[in-house]
Structure formats: C-alpha cells, structure tokens
C-alpha cells in the first residue's frame, strides 16, 4: 500500500493529473499482451531472442520514424519480462510507460485528454510517419479522428482549418487558455488579423468581444455566413444587447435603419472606432451620410437636411455644434421624428406647456408662460408676442414661425411654412429693438421692445 502510494505521488511531480487512469490503461495493455503470450495449456511461452522476427512483430521497425527504443532493438524499456518468458508485468518503478523518458511540465489549466490519460490515443508507440509518430499526420488528419465535428455542415472554413493546420491555434498537449488555444483568444486572433491590431492602437471605442472573446460573434473554424458569423444581422447584436433590442421594436417611432436594412451596422462598426460608441463618423457627418437627400419615411417625405443646413446663415444651436442627437434619438423614439422630447410637428395645437419639453430643455420656458415678460426678445413693449402667439387654444406651433434646422433669416425664421398644400411666405425684418414681420396670417405688424408700436388690427 506505501508503495502505490509513494508511486502515485512520483507521478503527481511529473505530470500531476490523470496517472491513475492512464497507469491502468498501460497495464492492461501489458496485460493483455502477457495474456497473448501464453500456450492454449496456459504455459507461458518461451521468450526468443529479439521480438521482431517474420513470425513475431514483423512490422514493429517498418516506419519511416522509428521510436527510440525500437530503432535500437530494445523492447524491454517499455515492456518488462517475467522469468525470460513471453509474460510482462510492470515497467520498472511502475510508472506510466511513456513517463519514464519523457518528462513534462507541470501541469496546466487545460489539458488534451488523451495527453491526461493514453498518449497512444495520438501517438503510435513504435513507429510512424512523421518524427513525432502521430497516427495519421501532423495535420488535421490526426485531429479529425476525434474532431471531426469541428467542421462539419461548414460551407466556408478559417484558413487554418482549411488547409489542415490545427497546430497554428491549438497545442496538443496542454495549455493556459481554453480550448487548447496558444495564447488568449483575442491576442491569438490579432495575431493573424494584424488590420484590427493596428485599428485598436489608436481606437477611442473599442467592442468588447474584441478585447476580450472573438468567438463571441465568429465561428473560428468557419461558418455558412461572410465572416463566419455566428447569426445574422441583428440577431447577433441580440446575443448581448437582447434588452436594448427588445425596447427599441417597442418604439412608435422606430429609426427605420434599425428596422431595415442593414440594421446596427448602419451606424455602428463591429471592431473598433475613433467615435465614441462605435460609431462609423462623428454625430452630425453620420446623420448626414443619409440625410443627404430627400427620403420617403414611414410618415411622409424627409426633406434633404445637407441641403437645408448646406448654404444657411442660421443654425439652430445644437446644429452649430454637430449634435443631431440633442434633439433626436438615434435608435427610435415614442415621439414623431424619433424627437428625444415632445414637440408639436403640426401648425396649429391648442397650448399644453408639456407639448414643449422639447425645446424647454434649453430654452426659457417663461418666454411663453406669461403674458408680459422680459424673458423674451420678441415683444412690444412689455407685451409677450410669444405668448399671444402660442399660448392659446389654437396656439400657433413653434415650427409655424421658426425653422428646426437652419434658415435665412434671423432668429431661425422661415422664408416660407408648409400650410396645407400651400407654401406660406413669410417675411422678417430685425431691427436692432424689435423688427416687422409680413406672412399669410396677417398684414404686416410691427414691434418694438423700447417703444411699443400701435399696429392696425388685421385678420389672423
């Protein structure tokens, strides 16, 4: 019992797992050749002069790679006899067969099973065709007697897998790394794939299956998808961002990019950026790649917004700043326009201060809440043109005045408004106190916030 003991512990410093299994395997083995080795009458067997005759183990120092016992005519290294007789018992010391030459490293993390149990499983013990005598070659021929599943029903394959080369990704034996893989997944891949290396050096996003795990949306031995992806469109973006998802489709509004075509990618690169989230070009440069020209929406035509802000002389703010997001949601929104916050897209709305919260997220929304007010720019007097404007119950929308985006003229107003089919005009004029202005609704009026003009009341 103390020497099994002592035995196992031997086997633990060399290869510190799987002795057991692997020492039973090589005994019985041993065994059954000691077993082969015995006349019908159950006598043992004379043990001849060399075990490689034409009647014994002819092929034994056939290969092109002989094992080195077996090159020197030496089979009792491996195998021991009993009493010179044709029956064998333990190889010397009782450890495993292949351990007694070849020492290993300790062990890792991950280990081959075979390497754990059998090296016989990959290894022929006498000879073979190559100098590590691994049954069926070096390449995926060996693997494949095992592995064969790697590949299958794959009608597109990784370089390496198609041209038999396990070895570039894999170690045989054991490995740090899951999967046998030689180095970290992601460092292993870069390894090859040197363009997204060269990217994530000066990358301000980067996605994280990209730093960490690029099996997380492409097959490494291959695929039935370009890229070898592991699903289709958004169904891969699903496998991690399944809430997100699942609330944009509830959407009134859905960007349509998400919902067609091309989907994330649209907007998004899959690897790396020099945009924050990912992003293919910097906010407002995005909008406009599409925005470009006049587009059918789910609601109606979208006019060319490029061609809008192109040769303008007034910006809206969040404009000046190349920020389309301050007013729109990028992936859909419950209001119209996918608008972050609500704002009548009509002419006329009877007045609800929440109508707004759009644009009183930065604007004073005293410029419409009080009848005389100093908050605002555009009155008579101490009259509030806004508020007479729109705070009333058919209340004149923003947009009836001020264009969203861009304008001629000053204080974003309109040249002209959509009123039904009918393009309305509307003329302005600032002055350096008030100024006039001449539209559909009326004759002209004029204002001045230092001295208050008595305009001639008119239809409205």
Known sequence: MAMKQERGARGDRRRGRGLAPRLALVLAVLGGVAHLGRAQDGAPIQLGPSCVTAECHADINQGQFLHGPVNMGQCQPCHVPVNNQHVFEKPAGG???????????????VVHAPFAADCAVCHDPHNGGNRYFVKG?????????????????????????AVGECLVCHTPHQSEHAHLLVEP????????????????????????????????????????????????????????????????????????????????VACHEAHVS????????????????????????????????????????????PLR??????????????????????????????????????????HDKQIILEEKTAATGFRNGEQNLHYLHVNREKGRSCRACHHEHAANQPNHIR??????????????????????????????????????????????
């Open 95 to 109: 450890e495993p067969v292949c351990l007694l030459c070849h020492e290993t490293e300790q062990p890792k993390a």
């Open 185 to 264: 997944r992601a460092t292993l891949c870069q390894s090859c794939h040197t363009d997204v290396q060269a990217e994530l050096e000066n990358a301000v996003s980067v996605h994280t299956p990209v730093k960490q795990d690029c099996a997380g949306c492409h097959n490494a031995h291959g695929g039935n998808r370009e890229y070898f992806l592991v699903a289709e469109g958004q169904d891969l973006c699903r496998k991690c961002h399944e809430p997100f998802l699942k609330q944009m489709s509830q959407f009134k509004h859905p960007h349509e990019p998400m919902s067609e075509g091309k989907g994330c």
């Open 274 to 317: 020099s945009q924050e989230q990912l992003l293919k070009a910097h906010n407002m440069e995005l909008c406009l790649s599409c925005h470009n020209e006049t587009i059918e929406g789910a609601r109606g035509m979208i006019e060319n917004i490029q061609a809008q802000i192109g040769n303008a002389r007034f910006l809206h703010g």
């Open 321 to 362: 700043e190349d920020n389309c997001i301050a007013c729109h949601q990028a992936h859909g929104s419950d209001h119209p326009n996918i608008l972050e916050k609500a704002f009548p897209d009509s002419f006329y709305t009877s007045f609800e201060s929440e109508k707004y919260d759009l644009c009183f997220a930065c």
């Open 137 to 161: 070659g070096l390449g995926a021929e060996s693997c494949n007697q095992c592995h064969s599943d790697v590949s299958a029903g794959l009608s597109m394959l990784h370089g390496p897998v």
């Open 415 to 460: 040249e002209e408004v959509p009123f039904g089919r009918w393009r309305m005009q509307v003329e302005f004029e600032k002055t350096e106190t008030g100024g006039s202005c001449s539209t559909g609704c009326h004759v002209p009026y004029k204002y001045d916030r230092a001295s208050p003009v008595q305009n001639v009341a008119a239809r409205e």
